[in-house]
C-alpha cells in the first residue's frame, strides 16, 4: 500500500478526487435528465459537506467529544477519523434536491446515481490509509499492509473490507444500469438503500475496526442504521409496486 508519497497522504488526494468526480458526474446526469443548474450544483455542494463537516461532526459525536470549537483549529481537521458521510450527503442533499426541482423523482435519481464512482474512490483511499481495515483473514486474498499504514496492524493478513466496498459499489452500477426504464424513475435512491444498507451490513462482520457490538450483542450502530434503511428502502418499493399496480388494475 501506499499511504503518501513523499509529503502528500493518498487518503487525502483519493477523497479528494471523489469530491470532484461527484460534481462531474452530477452535471453530466443532470444534463441527461435535463434538470436544472441549480439541482446539480446543491446536490454536490451537500456531498462535500456531508463528506467533509458532516463526517467529521458525525465521528465525534459517536465518540462523545463533539467540540465546536475544536473545528476552528486545523489540527482538528487532520487528525481523528471520519464516519458517516455518506448519511450527512443524503440528510442533506434529499430535502434540497426536493425544495430546488419539480422533477423531484429524478432529482432524488441524481442523488443516487452521482455516488457509486465518487465512492470508489474514497474506499480505495482508504485501502491506500491502511483504514477501514478487516479482521484477521487466511484466505487466499487477504492482505497484509506495511508499517506507515494509519490503523491497520502490519504484517497480519486481513479481509480487504475496503475493497469489499467497492465490490458493492460495482454491484450497485449494475443495478442502476437495470433500472433504466420510467418504471424505476424515482427509486434509484430507495435501491441504494437497500442494496448498500444490506451490503455494508454485512461486510462490517468482517470489519476489524469497527466500534463495539452495541445492540443485542450483535450490532454496531453503523449495522443498525444501514439495516434500517434498507427496511425503510424495501418497505417504500413495496408501497410504490403495490400502488402502481392498483393504478393499472382494470375498475371492477
Known amino acids: 500500500m501506499w499511504p503518501q508519497i513523499g509529503s502528500i497522504r493518498m487518503y487525502g488526494v483519493m477523497y479528494l478526487l471523489g469530491i470532484v468526480l461527484h460534481f462531474i458526474l452530477s452535471r453530466r446526469i443532470a444534463k441527461r435528465y435535463q434538470l436544472k443548474r441549480r439541482v446539480w450544483i446543491a446536490a454536490s455542494i451537500c456531498y462535500m459537506l456531508g463528506m467533509v463537516a458532516g463526517a467529521k461532526v458525525l465521528n ?47 432529482a432524488l435519481d441524481l442523488v443516487a446515481l452521482t455516488v457509486p464512482i465518487p465512492w470508489i474512490a474514497a474506499k480505495l483511499g482508504c485501502f491506500l490509509n491502511g483504514c477501514c481495515y478487516g479482521r484477521p483473514s487466511s484466505l487466499p486474498w487477504a492482505v497484509t499492509f506495511p508499517e506507515g499504514v494509519r490503523g491497520a496492524p502490519p504484517g497480519v493478513p486481513l479481509h480487504p473490507s475496503q475493497l469489499y466496498e467497492v465490490g458493492l459499489m460495482l454491484i450497485i452500477l449494475l443495478a442502476f444500469a437495470r433500472l433504466q426504464t420510467d418504471r424505476w424513475q424515482g427509486t434509484k435512491l430507495l435501491w441504494f438503500l437497500v442494496i448498500y444498507g444490506l451490503g455494508r451490513a454485512a461486510t462490517d462482520l ?12 450483535l450490532l454496531s450502530l453503523t449495522q443498525l442504521l444501514c439495516i434500517l434503511a434498507a427496511a425503510g428502502g424495501v418497505a417504500a418499493i413495496s408501497l410504490l409496486l403495490h400502488r402502481s399496480a392498483r393504478a393499472v388494475s382494470p375498475a371492477s
Open 60 to 106: 465525534d459525536l459517536r465518540h462523545g467529544h463533539l467540540d465546536f470549537s475544536a473545528m476552528l483549529h486545523a489540527q482538528h481537521w487532520l487528525h481523528g477519523g471520519l464516519w458517516g458521510g455518506l448519511l450527512a450527503y443524503f440528510a442533506l442533499a434529499v430535502p434540497a434536491v426536493i425544495l430546488l426541482s419539480k422533477q423531484r423523482g429524478l
Open 206 to 217: 468482517l470489519r476489524g475496526d469497527t466500534e463495539g457490538r452495541l445492540y443485542f450483542g
